[in-house]
RNA sequence: GGCCCCAUCGUCUAGCGGUCUAGGACACUAGGUUCUCAUCCUAGAAACCUGGGUUCGAGUCCCAGUGGGGUCACCA
């Protein structure tokens, strides 16, 4: 049975990169009837975020992946399990004990020291570092590269296992873990392809099967580079926020870096499940767009009906908006709308007077708003006003939108004035018929 | 810089040696519907990085160059 993860570290808010990292590792086990595994990798408690391990879960659920065993890897270091692990190492000769102050990348800026002073200095105490043994070959077939992977040892660092704290690296903990979890396929970011070397060392040393291991692509900037966490909203969280609806975003994030053979691109969960399979994998770094995002967006909002959509845009109506006229302004904007958040732009008028700016009128103005005034005020058929008058259609409903609205681009007028109501409504055109 | 990965329209991609005058989608342009904007419909422009091979034949295979990305922490 096949058995996938998604190990997330609990530092900060999930990305999209990180959401479609566990999209594709529930796929791969699901679309088999396997089981997916959450596994939070909080070896670093010096970087865990406060809460970003409920929220990872939160997100989860909210796009319908649920796992079927979920483990936490500072548990797991306190049981002394990876300790153990290095300690093994040593006893066989694979590791080496080293007590020097730990080297900082950021200011340092990179080694080029692949052999670390210590390997042969027989220390009984400080950190455990791998002893990468040289002139060997160590290589593996990536599923979604779909090809074989090999580096030459003596290009390989002696690599930290554990940390002088007793916690283990990455490096240690994702090997053992792999494997004490029964893992059989391993879907990670393409940012660990430089240290898979380390891993199948570790695999080896320890005697361990390796498992089926794939590195995604990483998803690019439309600027240039990987997708930064500064750069736009790329967070789960921000796009949510910014009125993206879950089925959307994860239908986008879907097709970066798969595709299905017959071109198809509207997916549910349970249907990329479905056509899902390792052979639909991108090789090279997509660039994250936004304007398709934006499709997708409005195709699963015309998609929803009515009730759906008001619950979705609880979050995004002007504060203490009547639920009913909420309800009747749905069937009016979703048509014209991109996100959620487009509620207020596309309908705020309808909830709040806004600021008109009188040079936008047409020359006409003054006749076509008093003439409207009159009709509403009867009750009357604007357009057989239009008709009577012999006015131009579109300057006259033009004229009448930019008085009620303070806009060029509304809804239909006419409906606009329904949900609107007489009296506000003629409150409105007064101002400019005086 | 060392090591590793990648390379089809602006973007996401189909293509797995002949059916490619390279297909689809987003975006874009034009037209239609329309009270604006959208939705919807129709049409259009738009790509195989370069150079060598292999082959009767290459977008498809091989090599090099170039370009892009990643990584080089007691962070993941």
Redesign the pocket.
């Known amino acids: 049975m096949i058995r996938t993860r998604f ?3 609990p ?1 900060g808010a999930l990305h999209i990169g990180g959401l479609r990292t566990a999209l594709y590792s529930f796929a791969l086990a699901k679309h088999d009837k396997g089981e997916f595994i959450l596994r939070i ?4 408690i ?2 865990e975020v406060e809460g970003s391990k409920e929220r990872i879960k939160e997100i989860l659920k909210l796009f319908g992946m649920d796992w079927d065993g979920y483990f936490v ?1 500072s548990d797991r270091a306190r049981e002394g399990i990876y300790k153990k692990a290095a300690e093994a190492l040593v006893e066989a000769g694979h590791a080496f004990y ?9 200011e ?7 052999r ?1 002073p210590c390997r042969d200095a027989k220390k009984k105490e ?2 455990i ?1 791998l002893m990468v043994p040289d002139g060997e070959h160590v290589g593996f077939r ?1 599923f979604v ?8 040892t003596s ?3 002696d ?2 296992l ?4 007793g ?5 240690l ?2 090997v053992v873990d792999d494997h004490d979890m029964d893992i059989t396929h391993v879907l990670r ?9 380390v891993h199948l060392l570790v695999y080896k040393c320890l005697g361990y099967e390796k498992p089926e291991i794939g ?1 995604l ?2 998803i ?1 900037d ?1 600027e ?3 997708l ?1 966490k500064r750069k736009g909203s790329t967070s789960v969280d921000g796009l949510l926020k910014e009125g993206y609806l879950p089925e959307a975003v994860l239908n986008f994030i879907m ?9 198809r ?1 509207l997916f549910s969960l349970e249907e990329f499940v479905k056509a899902f399979d390792h ?11 936004k ?6 967006n ?2 699963y909002i ?1 998609q929803k009906s009515d009730p759906e959509l008001l619950e979705a845009f609880k979050p995004f109506i002007p504060e203490g908006a009547d639920a009913e006229k909420v309800k009747k302004v749905i069937p009016l904007i979703k ?4 996100t959620l958040a487009d509620f207020k732009t ?1 309908a705020g008028f309808l909830f709040e007077v806004k600021t008109v700016d009188p040079t936008q009128f047409g020359e006409n103005h003054k006749i076509h708003l008093q003439k409207a005034a009159q009709a509403i005020a009867g009750s009357s058929d ?2 057989k006003v ?1 008709e009577e008058n012999k006015f131009k ?2 300057d ?3 004229d ?2 930019i008085a009620i609205a303070g ?10 004035i329904a949900i609107l109501g007489k009296e506000e409504t003629l409150a409105r055109l007064k101002k400019f018929t005086d």
């Open positions: 190990a997330p570290s530092t990798e909080d070896t670093d010096k970087r890897q080293c007590d020097c102050k730990p080297r900082n990348a950021k340092e800026g990179y080694s080029k020291e692949l670390d400080g950190a570092k990536d590269l779909d090809k074989e992977v090999t580096w030459e290009t390989v660092a690599t930290t554990l940390k002088s704290d916690f283990p690296t990455y490096h903990a994702v970011g393409h940012d660990w392809m430089p240290s898979t070397p590195h692509t990483d690019l439309p240039g580079g990987k930064s097709l970066l870096g798969w595709a299905p053979k017959d071109n691109e052979k639909g994998f991108q090789k090279s770094n997509p660039v994250f767009n304007e398709k995002l934006d499709w997708f409005g195709e015309r048509d014209r709308i991109k596309m604007l357009m239009v259609t579109g006259f409903f033009m009448l939108r806009s060029r681009v509304t809804p239909p007028i006419t409906d606009s």
